[in-house]
């Protein structure tokens, strides 16, 4: 059964700093991985998807890398602003049926200080 | 941008009342998908639909929830007969292959009494 961990549960970081979300996958037999945010009582806003023959994907200030094989991938958000405090959410597919429901991991909040 | 869209985004009922929760998916998606989220917890996946039917349901989705299509356009979970314990915050996604980006919808939060 496939099983995602993300570290750490909680982040808090000032202003204009780089960090690093961790997101791990038990089964590395993965299509993709899929990189959300949440912010309090909202939905889940879809932030990159890097499939598997990918090593990185980036969108803006964001860059996501997957590492298949040590089952892992890590969210880097450069330049932080306190606009990105959310919560963070990494899910990867499991294969099954014809759709390919995701599993989530607890996700990471985000609190980046002014 | 298209978007999923959830009605309503909020919902309270009495215990073993029925409900309906209603997405909107994107267009021109072909999978749809409804979650859960209590809170404070993981998201979970509940139940996946292509070419109308069921693709597949967790432990959760027993016999008191089932899923539509009744439309081109509709996707509904429905709840026969609500427990306390489904009170929760409900997402429907949808994506055009399901090697693609799962879009959600903003939730229904579903509050048993």
């Known amino acids: 059964k496939q099983e995602v961990t993300q570290i750490p549960a909680a982040l808090s970081v000032p202003e204009g700093e780089n960090l690093v979300l961790n997101c791990s996958f038990t089964?590395?037999?993965?299509?993709?991985l899929q990189w959300f945010r949440q912010d309090p009582g909202k939905g889940l806003t879809s932030l990159l998807l890097?499939?598997?023959?990918?090593r990185e994907q980036t969108s803006g200030r964001l860059n996501a890398s997957l590492d298949k094989s040590s089952g892992r991938s890590t969210l880097y958000i450069a330049a932080s602003q306190p606009g990105d405090s959310a919560t963070y959410l990494c899910?990867?597919?499991?294969?099954?049926?014809?759709?390919?429901?995701?599993?989530f991991g607890s996700g990471t909040q985000l609190t980046v200080l002014p | 941008e298209p978007e999923v869209t959830q009605t309503p985004s909020h919902q309270v009922t009495q215990m073993g009342q029925e409900v309906i929760l209603r997405c909107v998916p994107i267009s021109n998606h072909l999978y749809f998908y409804w979650y859960r989220q209590i809170l404070g917890q993981k998201v979970e996946f509940l139940v996946s639909?292509?070419?109308?039917?069921?693709?597949?349901k967790s432990e959760i989705f027993d016999d008191q929830f089932s899923v539509e299509r009744p439309d081109g356009s509709n996707f509904t979970l429905k709840i026969r007969s609500t427990k306390l314990e489904d009170s929760a915050m409900y997402f429907c996604a949808s994506n055009l292959d399901w090697t693609d980006t799962q879009y959600f919808g903003p939730g229904t939060r579903l509050t048993v009494l």
């Open positions: 890097i499939q598997s023959s990918q």
């Open positions: 089964d590395s037999a993965i299509y993709n």
């Open positions: 899910a990867v597919p499991i294969s099954s049926g014809s759709a390919r429901q995701l599993t």
């Open positions: 639909f292509y070419n109308n039917e069921i693709s597949e």
